[in-house]
């Protein structure tokens, strides 16, 4: 039986509605999957180090974001830490992300973003100065398959802070290539806040990966060749995946005040009242 799912897939515009008022309820709810606000779900060890960051969309509210121990010297030593207030965000609370990362355990419940359904994700992020690990790979998310050829989608900003996002299939390892674009934006400015998105179409065959900054125009688009049994794994916040081996290397330093991922695309004008809420509660700059 599955009438609790159901239920609560058939109630989620309403309890978001609760969760963040009518203003937030600007956000579309329908297929929304995760929401990880920095405001809430927040929970703290040993001062501000964060032990768990719990999804804030009801259609799965048990999902949870758990620091990972495995692959470091020391322990806790992965975990990010609670910025209560930075006045770039109206004193609005962020995660600050040091070569660190959260783990979602759910093995599976993130695989359908590039099978076809196509998906839809917001960040709100601040970068730092980048530590070079891996050349030109600083992720702020990723759900990439950890050995063989790493399918999945992650989101990164290169070493001097250029940012872009891709979808990798499976067929190849080559960092990046015809089944692994790269959709490369701006320099991104250090010491504030962007709205950065990522916008995967529908299809089984071949989908358009897209990039937004604070809008609902692209900045740059890459077709990608989309394979339907392709089987990524754990997604990870401030890492491309459960990257045990070296964990951090792969990692951004910078902050996070709101994680967003819808499994649809959204519509244009879905996207652009999602930029212009946002922009209004982080940037105080909505775009009427």
């Not at 969309?57 to 030593?77: H, N, Y």
């Not at 962020?94 to 973003?113: A, I, N, P, W």
């Not at 989608?153 to 190849?172: L, M, Q």
């Not at 089987?231 to 990257?243: H, K, T, V, W």
Request: charged residues 25%.
């Amino acid at each position: 039986m599955r009438f609790p799912t159901l239920i609560t897939a058939a109630l989620a515009p309403w309890l978001y509605t609760v969760t963040y008022g009518a203003e937030e309820m600007a956000l579309p709810a329908k297929n929304l999957i995760l929401d990880l606000d920095a405001a809430k779900g927040v929970e703290l060890a040993d001062g501000e180090h964060v032990v768990a960051w719990r999804s804030q969309a009801p259609i799965k509210p048990e999902l949870v974001f758990v620091p990972q121990d495995k692959g470091r010297k020391e322990a806790g030593s992965g975990r990010p830490t609670l910025r209560k207030s930075a006045t770039e965000i109206k004193e609005l609370p962020s995660l600050v992300f040091r070569q660190r990362e959260l783990v979602c355990k759910d093995e599976d419940f993130f695989d359908g973003l590039t099978k076809g359904k196509g998906h839809t994700w917001i960040a709100v992020i601040a970068v730092y100065p980048q530590r070079v690990g891996v050349k030109d790979v600083n992720s702020f998310f990723g759900n990439l398959r950890n050995g063989g050829k790493y399918e999945g989608v992650w989101g990164c900003v290169n070493d001097d802070n250029t940012v872009w996002w891709g979808a990798r299939n499976g067929k190849t390892f080559g960092r990046f290539d015809q089944n692994n674009p790269q959709v490369l934006g701006p320099l991104l400015e250090q010491g504030k806040f962007h709205i950065i998105a990522g916008r995967m179409t529908a299809g089984t065959e071949t989908a358009t990966l897209s990039l937004h900054i604070g809008s609902e125009k692209a900045v740059a688009s890459k077709e990608f060749p989309v394979d339907p049994t392709a089987n990524p794994s754990l997604m990870a916040i401030g890492q491309e995946r459960d990257a045990i081996e070296h964990p951090g290397k792969e990692s951004f330093d910078g902050e996070i005040a709101r994680f967003l991922i819808w499994e649809r695309p959204l519509d244009d004008a879905e996207l652009a009242k999602a930029m212009q809420v946002l922009n209004k509660t982080y940037l105080n700059a909505a775009n009427d």
